[in-house]
């Protein structure tokens, strides 16, 4: 089982840009695929990005693509979401979520972080 803690959420204004991380514990961190989730209240969770284990492939929700960008560094056991050219409609909460595999459906992922809030201003 791999424990996530998100870090790096924050209040900033339409167009700006935020760097959110997520440490990884637990010995498969580098072995799982990683993913970015992101929920408003009263919506479901929705898929933002995920990064394979190798971090070779990566894969982007379409109102996200260009805009951000998942990393990861697996000496470090941490996974990140460079967010640039934010608008109001980024604001959510956002979560980390590790492996199995990837896919855009939440509940198929097996471990999730506690989420971090990140509010865009116009």
């Known amino acids: 089982q791999v424990q996530l803690v998100e870090s790096g959420g924050g209040l900033v204004q339409a167009g700006g840009s935020l760097r959110l991380s997520c440490a990884a514990s637990g010995r498969t961190f580098s072995r799982d695929p990683m993913g970015w989730f992101r929920q408003c209240p009263g919506k479901e969770r929705e898929f933002v990005a995920a990064?394979?284990?190798?971090?070779?492939?990566?894969y982007y929700a379409d109102s996200v693509k260009g805009r951000f960008t998942i990393s990861r560094d697996n000496a470090k056991n941490t996974v990140y979401l460079q967010m640039n050219s934010l608008k109001p409609e980024d604001t959510a909460v956002y979560y980390c979520?590790?492996?199995?595999?990837?896919?855009?459906?939440?509940?198929?992922?097996?471990?999730w972080g506690q989420g971090t809030q990140v509010t865009v201003s116009s």
């Open positions: 990064i394979s284990w190798s971090g070779d492939s990566t």
């Open positions: 979520a590790a492996g199995p595999d990837v896919t855009v459906v939440a509940a198929y992922w097996r471990s």
